[in-house]
């Protein structure tokens, strides 16, 4: 038996190596490891090492059979490869001699292809450099003309050899160091030829500068001996006017301080006068050599500035003075006997609107009323002298009427310090009269129409302040001051009419305006004196129709002409008293906000035994002060007391809610409540003694309804009937809020916890922290309610 399981065993092991024989044989070598594992596992290690071993020498002899059946083959194979070997160096020898032939017979050639591509590149270079040399010997041969041209100063020659330069040579010749160089001279040699242009202009014109105010003064009075000549003279014959005008002219420029025309004056021919008296004198075009302004005409032309200014130059002071003006309005008249000349041989150089923009120029710096009305009548009297030449004058007097802005504008400056300084000297207090005489006094300054107070005997009070009669004199003042610009400008009654009602508005709706409303919201303004602007307001507004009156009748138009501007007098009152009665509104407030801060309410207090409580300190003094400040309101219109009335009241109850509202109100007691009642009881006599009149019934009460309902409700601890009737519009407690209620109780609450220390060893103090806490929580669910 034991045999036999050997052989068993035996037979077993000899099939388990043949298996890992044959799996090693199949097998990746990096999957090998776990085969071999089995091997060193297992019992028969050295049987399996013989059968590899007998397994690795019959795969020699297949390898060895294999070998010699194919060594044959490998021999051959590598005795032809021998003989390949021997042709490639035979091949590779006849390929190195061709291409050292060929080298060599390529040098010759490539020697020649070089030596023509420097001759191509050499040929290119000649081409470039003579094209270039093309566009840039014009350039230079004509920069050099023109150094010439300017070295002999012939500059309007200059000027175009400059254009032509600019515009044509230079952008030929291509970006060059010497084309920016002469670019960026272009303009300096222009800037260079027009300052000397200009300079020999300036000489031309001193020269004339010296006799054109004698020959525009001696034209002037001409002038204005002309309107005053009787209708006998004013019809001769303009052409003789004109000759005496030239004559006079000429005599003038020949004369300079009683001295000669020196001979130095650039521009003045020495012309001997040697005709007789009747026959016509040079005019002074006849006396000045014009080529400076041609040859400056014709330069400007080339440089676009035909447009710049070449006669005059006014003084910078002369807006100071009417003899300034004067003075250099004599200049221009001298100077437009010499522009006549150029006017009609230059095609427009001068241009006859350079007054017009002088004035635009100069005229701002005018504050003065009365010199810009002297200068009005200076422009009317150089009109008619431009006109006696035949100089046409419309646009002179179109000048005058743009003037007339200006002139309304400086006005207005004016009439603003004069309102400020009636305002600021006014005392605001009714004017009072001691006689028939004073009272006429004021009365033909300000139209007062009030048969009442004429019964009154003297002495009496006017209504209005003293700055009720100095503003309606001083806007009867601005309405003459307008008047005066419109005489001589030829201007129909309708169009001054319409003037000075626009300049007037302008004055009342802008300067009054502004002046009013600056005396309203000026610091340290009293109750009184806002009250006296609200009376002097409206009497002023009550004036407006006498203004249209009195307009209507210096301009002899009547005021219900169609079209007819309207005045804004009755909208500016109108609106300054409506600032002055809110200022009224919220100076009171402020005052009243000033009492209140003197409020001292002891919240803690406990509820007294027995007597009556008064009324706080500080509402003892607010109720006297608004009784007596009312007392003022008497002369107001109704309507603006009754307003300043409730509204102070309802500020007072506003003030004293928030004051019981304030968080920083923690506790309030129920003798708080007590005092704060018996203040309310205190402003509710205050209102039922009517204060103001025209209050109907107890209307000034319900300024204080609110607080009152919630006082009783406090005060008489009513809240089975709050509760109940709540939302209903028979409620007794309709304006208490549960809200306000609410914050109160729970301050109320606050006081009994941190007062009563002892509360739990006195039962009618628990039972009332009960009740205030079943009131809460009632309070809390009824706002719930409402709410959802």
């Not at 024989?21 to 199949?26: D, G």
């Not at 303009?187 to 004698?214: G, V």
């Amino acid at each position: 038996i034991a045999r036999g399981q050997n052989m068993m065993a035996s037979v077993e092991a000899a099939a388990e190596h043949e298996r890992i024989l044959r799996e090693i044989e199949s097998t990746d070598t990096n999957c090998i490891g776990p085969t071999l594992r089995s091997v060193y596992d297992g019992q028969e290690h050295g049987l399996f090492m013989e059968k590899l071993d007998a397994r690795i020498r019959n795969h020699d002899r297949e390898i060895e059979k294999m070998c010699n059946h194919h060594f044959q083959g490998f021999v051959d194979s590598i005795t032809e490869l021998l003989k390949v070997r021997g042709e490639a160096q035979k091949l590779k020898s006849q390929v190195t001699e061709t291409n050292r032939r060929l080298q060599d017979d390529g040098k010759e050639l490539l020697n020649s292809m070089e030596e023509l591509k420097q001759c191509r590149v050499q040929q290119r270079n000649i081409a470039t450099t003579i094209d270039k040399l093309t566009h840039c010997l014009p350039v230079l041969e004509m920069y050099s003309r023109l150094q010439e041209q300017m070295r002999a100063k012939r500059y309007y020659p200059a000027l175009r050899t400059l254009e032509q330069l600019e515009q044509t040579c230079l952008p030929r010749a291509g970006q060059y160091r010497f084309c920016s160089i002469m670019a960026e001279n272009i303009p300096k040699l222009r800037t260079q030829i027009r300052d000397t242009a200009m300079s020999q202009l300036r000489d031309f014109l001193e020269s004339i500068r010296k006799h054109s105010d004698k020959i525009g003064e001696t034209a002037i009075k001409q002038a204005q001996l002309q309107r005053s000549l009787d209708s006998s003279v004013s019809t001769q014959p303009r052409a003789l006017i004109g000759r005496r005008v030239r004559k006079e002219a000429a005599a003038g420029a020949g004369t300079d301080g009683g001295s000669p025309l020196s001979e130095q004056d650039s521009g003045i021919l020495d012309v001997e006068d040697e005709e007789e008296e009747e026959e016509d004198v040079p005019g002074a075009q006849d006396l000045v050599d014009f080529s400076p302004v041609y040859r400056c005409l014709h330069i400007y032309t080339v440089l676009g500035l035909r447009d710049a200014r070449l006669v005059l130059q006014p003084h910078s002071n002369m807006h100071e003075t009417l003899e300034g003006y004067r003075r250099y309005f004599n200049q221009i008249v001298g100077f437009f006997v010499v522009e006549d000349h150029v006017l009609h041989t230059t095609q427009s150089l001068v241009n006859r609107a350079y007054v017009e923009e002088l004035w635009e120029t100069h005229s701002s710096y005018c504050d003065d009323p009365d010199l810009v009305l002297d200068l009005k009548n200076l422009i009317v009297l150089f009109a008619d002298t431009l006109q006696g030449y035949g100089f046409p004058v419309s646009q002179l007097f179109d000048m005058l009427l743009e003037m007339r802005e200006q002139y309304g504008e400086i006005l207005l400056k004016k009439w603003n310090i004069t309102f400020r300084q009636v305002l600021d000297q006014d005392n605001y207090s009714p004017i009072p009269v001691s006689s028939e005489q004073e009272y006429r006094h004021y009365t033909s300054q300000f139209p007062l129409q009030d048969p009442e107070l004429e019964k009154l005997p003297f002495p009496k009070k006017l209504p209005f302040s003293e700055f009720v009669p100095k503003v309606y004199c001083q806007l009867k003042e601005f309405i003459y001051a307008c008047l005066k610009y419109s005489e001589d400008l030829h201007l129909s009654s309708t169009e001054v009419d319409d003037m000075i009602r626009k300049s007037t508005n302008l004055l009342l709706s802008r300067t009054l305006s502004h002046c009013l409303q600056y005396a309203i919201k000026k610091k340290n303004v009293g109750l009184a004196e806002l009250v006296q602007v609200i009376i002097n307001t409206t009497h002023l507004e009550h004036c407006c129709h006498f203004l249209e009156e009195f307009i209507s009748n210096i301009t002899n138009v009547p005021p219900d002409t169609v079209n007819a501007t309207k005045l804004y007098g009755t909208s500016t009152f109108k609106d300054a008293r409506h600032a002055a009665e809110a200022e009224i509104y919220t100076s009171l407030n402020a005052k009243i906000d000033q009492f209140l801060q003197l409020a001292d309410y002891d919240w803690t207090a406990p509820v007294q035994g027995g007597g009556t409580l008064a009324p706080s300190d500080y509402l003892t003094d607010l109720i006297a002060f608004l009784r007596s400040t009312f007392s003022v309101f008497t002369n107001l219109p109704g309507k603006v007391a009754q307003t300043a009335c409730m509204s102070a009241c309802k500020h007072i109850s506003t003030s004293l809610m928030q004051l019981l509202l304030d968080p920083e109100v923690r506790q309030i007691s129920m003798g708080a409540m007590h005092q704060l009642n018996t203040d309310i009881k205190e402003c509710e006599s205050f209102a039922r003694a009517g204060p103001v009149a025209g209050f109907q019934g107890d209307t000034l009460l319900l300024a204080f309804s609110d607080l009152r309902q919630l006082l009783d409700l406090f005060t008489q601890w009513d809240w089975s009937a709050y509760l109940a009737d709540y939302g209903k519009p028979s409620c007794k407690y309709l304006r208490v809020n549960p809200h306000t209620a609410l914050a109160l109780l729970e301050k109320m609450r606050e006081t009994g916890r941190k007062n009563n220390v002892f509360a739990q060893f006195r039962k009618t103090d628990r039972d009332r922290q009960k009740l205030i806490d079943t009131i809460i929580k009632q309070l809390r669910n009824l706002i719930t309610q409402h709410q959802s």
